[in-house]
C-alpha cells in the first residue's frame, strides 16, 4: 500500500520538479537572460526520485545516490523553515519535498543495514 502511495508521489514530484523548470526556462527566455549552462543544474533535481524509484523496485541504491540526494532535498527544505508567512507556496514546498526526504532516509537506512525492500 504505502508502495503505490510512494509510486504516486514520485510521479507527482516529477511533474512539480517540470513545472519548476519549465516556469525558470520560461521567464528566462521573456527576460532574454537564459544561459545553456544553467540547463543542467535544475535536471538534478530528478536524482533523489531515481533513487527512491531504484529501492522501490528492490534494486540496491547507492549510497552515494541518497546522500548526494539528501543533500539535493535538503535546501528546499531548509527554505520552507525560513518563511516569513504561512503562504500556499510554504505549503507546497513542504508537501514537495518533506516526503522526499522521508523516503531517502527509509531507503539509506535499508541500505546500510544490508536490506532490500
Given at each position: 500500500m504505502w508502495?503505490?502511495?510512494?509510486?504516486?508521489?514520485?510521479?507527482l514530484y516529477c511533474l512539480g520538479v517540470l513545472y519548476i523548470i519549465g516556469?525558470?526556462?520560461i521567464e528566462d527566455f521573456q527576460n532574454g537572460s537564459f544561459?545553456?549552462?544553467s540547463l543542467p543544474f535544475p535536471l538534478l533535481m530528478f536524482l533523489?526520485?531515481?533513487a527512491i524509484a531504484l529501492g522501490l523496485r528492490g534494486?540496491?541504491?547507492p549510497i552515494i545516490l541518497i546522500l548526494f540526494?539528501?543533500?539535493i532535498a535538503a535546501f528546499p527544505v531548509i527554505g520552507i523553515f525560513n518563511f516569513d508567512g504561512f503562504t500556499l507556496i510554504?505549503?507546497?514546498?513542504?508537501l514537495l519535498f518533506v516526503p522526499l526526504l522521508a523516503g531517502l532516509i527509509y531507503f539509506?537506512?535499508?541500505?546500510?543495514?544490508?536490506?532490500?525492500s
Open positions: 508502495k503505490k502511495a510512494l509510486w504516486i508521489y514520485i510521479g516556469s525558470g526556462l544561459n545553456l549552462i533523489p526520485a531515481v534494486k540496491k541504491v540526494g539528501l543533500l510554504t505549503i507546497g514546498k513542504a539509506g537506512n535499508q541500505r546500510v543495514r544490508g536490506k532490500t
